[in-house]
């Protein structure tokens, strides 16, 4: 919206007219970070207009309006009418703040991002009608809602057009595709089948999705699609039964169990990603324990730890049986260790084999990186001919880096 009406784009560390800071509330310090942000902005640029969107700013407003330097902080459904709030550049005098309740949120607007990558990140859902002890995404993104399939495949085709060869999509919670103002319109497997169809896409990766509504017809689906890579990240969030039904969540393990071994009957090649959450109130030495054992007996692939963190407004922050922070950090150690040998035994595993590699813009010391369809990451010296070109290639050893290094002498370019 802005570069349709004359602004220009400009990176962070230059001077600026105009800061757009968009922020999270889940993950650890995001609060904090916005304040740093906003210094470093007013540091190279002290007279720019400062905006902040996000889910931050859906929740504590009154907050961020404290920071000095903020002009105008908007919520969830007013970030969409940004330029109606900037009449001018001038600094203000107090922050202005707009602002709806969360529950008249129930607008889905379809956007995607594409920057200086080679794959583009299609938004297909927002918002979240779970209700997870610990979380405060509901309450910042407002109730589950998406696009239609006709809205989400001319986005797919705006994209093919600019060139670009992977698509991720997106969304709160993703699987939960379909549904607007309560009702559900369509599914989440219907949209896969039908992305699937788009010329000039070569990938479509799904992003994070929920175990329970991971069904087995998405993943045989996917096992034989023409474009949707073998790659799932499904939350697990805790390897606990105990701990699984405090956090409120929708499955318990051997759910989830069932889930990773039906990915692995029909993709073996697959990579399974997996979110875990340490330290939530009650869970013991002994929960934490059965969570490390279970995650370990799993043909999974790395995970993502996450340091369970007290939100306002949730029901765990009232929970009893607090988990010392030190434990806490013990703990995500623990778990962050197991997930580089996880990932180490994953691409030891296809050393050998033959695969397709996607190689991305950066120019890392004189080396470039690129994923495979399975998300193994690979590098190779920087030849800029091959940027955003799939290109199949064999496997070699991991290096020092968990990384594998590859060479082009076989190397055929697919057109």
């Given at each position: 919206m802005f570069l349709e009406n004359g602004f220009a784009k400009t990176e962070f560390d230059q001077p600026a007219d105009v800061?757009?800071?968009?922020?999270?509330?889940?993950?650890?310090?995001?609060?904090?970070?916005?304040?740093?942000?906003?210094?470093?902005?007013?540091?190279?640029?002290?007279?720019?207009?400062?905006?902040?969107?996000?889910?931050?700013?859906?929740l504590k407003p009154e907050e961020i309006a404290k920071i000095e330097g903020v002009d105008l902080v908007l919520g969830a459904s007013e970030?969409?009418?940004?330029?109606?709030?900037?009449?001018?550049?001038?600094?203000?005098?107090?922050?202005?703040?707009?602002?709806?309740?969360?529950?008249?949120?129930?607008e889905f607007i379809p956007s995607f991002s594409h920057?200086?990558?080679?794959?583009?990140?299609?938004?297909?859902?927002?918002?979240?009608?779970?209700t997870c002890s610990y979380c405060t995404i509901p309450l910042a993104r407002g109730a589950s809602r998406s696009g239609n399939i006709e809205?989400?495949?001319?986005?797919?085709?705006?994209?093919?057009?600019?060139?670009?060869?992977?698509?991720?999509?997106?969304?709160?919670?993703?699987?939960?595709?379909?549904?607007?103002?309560?009702?559900?319109?369509?599914?989440?497997f219907s949209l896969v089948k039908a992305l699937d169809e788009v010329e000039g896409i070569e990938r479509f990766r799904i992003s994070s999705i929920e175990p329970n509504l991971l069904t087995d017809e998405i993943i045989g689906f996917?096992?034989?699609s023409k474009r949707f890579v073998p790659h799932f990240h499904v939350p697990l969030q805790s390897g606990s039964d105990k701990i699984l039904k405090r956090m409120r969540r929708r499955y318990l393990r051997d759910l989830y169990v069932e889930r990773v071994n039906k990915i692995k009957t029909v993709m073996p090649h697959a990579c399974i990603g997996v979110d875990v959450i340490v330290g939530f109130p009650g869970e013991t030495e002994e929960d934490f324990l059965e969570t490390y054992n279970f995650i370990n007996g799993l043909d999974v692939s790395?995970?993502?730890?996450?340091?369970?963190?007290?939100?306002?407004?949730?029901?765990?922050?009232?929970?009893?049986?607090?988990?010392?922070?030190?434990?806490?950090?013990?703990?995500?150690?623990?778990?962050?260790?197991?997930?580089v040998k996880k990932q180490r035994f994953f691409y030891e595993q296809h050393s050998g084999s033959m695969r397709t590699v996607l190689f991305e813009a950066d120019n890392d010391h004189g080396m470039m990186h690129g994923f495979t369809d399975n998300y193994i990451k690979v590098k190779t010296t920087y030849d800029p001919s091959l940027i955003n070109k799939l290109i199949p290639v064999q496997l070699s050893a991991v290096d020092a880096d968990g990384i594998i290094t590859i060479n082009f002498h076989e190397a055929v370019e697919i057109t």
């Open positions: 800061y757009l800071i968009n922020t999270c509330s889940v993950t650890e310090n995001a609060d904090r970070e916005c304040k740093r942000i906003v210094r470093s902005a007013l540091d190279v640029s002290p007279d720019a207009f400062v905006v902040i969107v996000g889910c931050y700013a859906q970030k969409f009418k940004i330029l109606n709030y900037i009449k001018d550049l001038e600094k203000r005098s107090h922050t202005e703040i707009h602002s709806c309740e969360i529950s008249e949120v129930n920057g200086d990558r080679t794959r583009a990140f299609l938004k297909v859902q927002d918002g979240c009608d779970y809205q989400v495949l001319k986005q797919a085709r705006d994209i093919a057009v600019l060139g670009v060869k992977e698509i991720v999509l997106t969304g709160v919670n993703i699987g939960d595709f379909g549904l607007n103002n309560g009702k559900r319109e369509n599914d989440f996917v096992s034989t790395y995970l993502h730890v996450f340091t369970y963190s007290e939100r306002a407004n949730t029901d765990a922050v009232a929970m009893k049986e607090i988990v010392p922070i030190p434990v806490r950090k013990q703990r995500n150690k623990m778990l962050r260790t197991l997930s």
